[in-house]
């Protein structure tokens, strides 16, 4: 698929998604939430690409909704932006749930959705100067979508604050609040450490470790919670790349998912 407002490039196992419309600070509309999700759906097939790096050209990560795309919203009746609001919540949960591990590079503003997309991922490096803004309510609206995933990444106390009066935060207060992971002026070197990190381990493991860190924390139940890890733990062991990880443990060796130039 050829693409307007995105770039997807897949190079050494990376798969870089990149929201390209610097001109208005990467704001998203309908036309690039689906163009989104059908990139995240190519990732997802491509056996080749084992982590997804997510990137934005310019000074701005996003500025979250398109105006143009907002006032047009304004303009529909409810079941058509039940049906709007709809394709943002997939590509939020399309994206949290993406098999392989996700990585959000962020530099300068990511405001509204922006924070949601930097919440679905797994990890985030954020520039120094970058900030996040929960904005919504400032325009009348509400961060429903991407509500759960923010919350998780912050708490719901420090969503009460965030949320309810729209301020701005930097970097260092994010990744206080858990938001994000990394905060370095060389972002390119810090993603590189991830990466490697990544390709180290096992794709069919770290896949695994993905999903069953969403089990165990939307199983409250403790023991159904000791069921399902007892469950998960012995299907990885018996696994192809389970018994291939403990061999080469066992034989002081490198697994064969760790290429030769790693």
Not at 103 to 124: E, H, N
Not at 184 to 211: I, Y
Request: proline share 3%; aromatic share 6%.
């Amino acid at each position: 698929m050829s693409y307007r407002y995105i770039t997807l490039t897949v190079a050494q196992q990376v798969a870089t998604l990149t929201l390209n419309r610097p001109e208005v600070h990467n704001a998203f509309d309908d036309v690039m939430i689906a163009e989104l999700l059908d990139a995240l759906a190519q990732v997802e097939r491509d056996d080749s690409a084992r982590v997804l790096v997510l990137r934005s050209k310019g000074r701005n990560f996003s500025a979250g909704a398109d105006l143009g795309w907002m006032r047009s919203m304004a303009d529909k009746n409810y079941d058509e932006n039940i049906a709007d609001a709809g394709e943002l919540s997939q590509l939020m949960a399309t994206l949290d749930t993406l098999s392989k591990p996700t990585i959000a590079v962020v530099q300068g503003a990511a405001f509204g959705g922006a924070v949601g997309l930097a919440a679905c991922s797994d990890i985030v490096i954020a520039e120094p100067g970058a900030s996040f803004c929960l904005s919504e309510v400032k325009i009348g609206l509400i961060p429903a979508v991407i509500s759960p995933y923010v919350m998780r990444a912050i708490g719901a106390r420090q969503s009460r604050r965030y949320m309810l009066t729209a301020e701005r935060f930097d970097a260092e207060q994010a990744q206080a609040m858990g938001l994000v992971h990394s905060i370095s002026s060389d972002t390119d070197s810090c993603l590189d450490d991830f990466l490697a990190a990544f390709h180290a381990n096992s794709p069919a493991a770290v896949s695994a470790c993905k999903e069953l860190i969403a089990a165990v924390e939307q199983q409250p139940d403790v023991h159904a919670q000791q069921q399902l890890t007892i469950e998960r733990i012995a299907h990885i062991r018996v696994s192809a790349e389970g018994q291939e990880g403990l061999s080469a443990f066992l034989e002081k060796r490198r697994p064969y998912w760790i290429k030769d130039s790693q």
